[in-house]
């Protein structure tokens, strides 16, 4: 579905910071990319939102969390690019779980960082994988060298 021609894709100038916050590591490491918003503050915001709902579920339940936990869901479709990686960061600064579901084989691998920005782990994407982390580690997507990469990113947060 994510790669019909009639999906919905839409640009974003850069890839981390796409809310117009500057980029800490400066402007000329701004990568543009493409994504889809489906949920966004616990509510779906994309026309496609039914056809992931059941996708939704399963991550959910895999990660002991209830689907109406997820405070935000965003695919993101990278192409190749001259970047190592993207910009390391946080989806959020307060406590959450954040899962990476890999959509397809790519070589545009994610990366974990230690406190001191050292590189922790180094995660390739094949299709159907999941990696599910604490959401305040940093981390970075970076884009294939061929083809497209694209990823689901599923923020958990406990509704109270």
Not at 27 to 53: C, G, L
Not at 90 to 107: A, F, G, M, Q, R
């Amino acid at each position: 579905m994510c790669t019909h021609h009639l999906f919905p894709w839409y640009h974003i100038a850069d890839t981390t910071f796409n809310d117009g916050r500057p980029n800490p590591y400066g402007e000329e490491f701004r990568s543009s990319s493409f994504a889809h918003q489906v949920i966004d503050e616990y509510n779906p915001v994309s026309d496609h939102a039914a056809y992931f709902m059941s996708a939704l579920t399963l991550i959910a339940d895999q990660v002991n969390y209830n689907v109406r936990d997820i405070y935000r869901v965003r695919l993101g479709l990278c192409y190749p690019d001259n970047f190592k990686h993207h910009t390391p960061h946080t989806d959020y600064e307060w406590e959450h779980t954040t899962c990476l579901y890999y959509v397809n084989k790519s070589d545009g691998d994610t990366y974990f960082f230690s406190e001191n920005g050292d590189i922790t782990r180094q995660v390739t994407p094949e299709r159907g994988k999941m990696v599910v982390f604490d959401g305040l580690t940093k981390h970075a997507s970076s884009a294939p060298t061929k083809g497209i990469r694209i990823a689901m990113n599923v923020n958990f947060k406990r509704l109270i």
